[in-house]
């Protein structure tokens, strides 16, 4: 009895439909931190500069606290984008869905959930 071989890439019409997937978390990343951005750019529209002193006070470290978790979360998007397009990198290298631990192919409904990843469930556990 024959065993059928393993998988070990995925075809060319697979890698086409990862990369219109990361593509589109792509751009929808990058809005995402254009946003950001741009929160972190504009003055505070609910000046404070009519209030008493005391409010002023608070407000101002509100948004101080504000602004360092846009620039977390800027941080965070930044990081991602990153890792989608690094994943685009290892689909033209035709390296893309195979586990950097285990050698093996990751499951395409991992790689649907979590495009970026490099490794499969198994190989993550073990971490």
């Known amino acids: 009895m024959k065993v059928e071989n393993e998988k070990t890439r995925y075809s060319d019409t697979e890698l086409k439909e990862f990369k219109d997937l990361l ?4 751009r929808s990343a ?13 003055p505070n529209a609910n000046g404070t500069d009519d ?7 608070l407000e101002d470290g509100s948004a101080t606290l504000e602004k ?12 991602f984008i990153e890792q989608l397009e690094a994943a685009l990198v290892r689909i033209e290298n ?7 631990e285990t050698g093996k192919l990751i499951p395409k409904e991992r790689l649907r959930a979590v495009p970026h990843t490099t490794l499969t469930m198994e190989a993550k556990l073990k971490q």
């Open 23 to 26: 593509l589109d978390k792509l």
């Open 30 to 42: 990058k809005e995402e931190l254009n946003a950001l951005a741009t929160s972190l750019s504009s």
């Open 51 to 57: 209030t008493a002193g005391t409010y002023k006070t």
């Open 68 to 79: 360092e978790q846009i620039n977390q979360l800027a941080a965070r998007q930044k990081k």
């Open 94 to 100: 035709k390296t893309y869905g195979i586990c950097r």
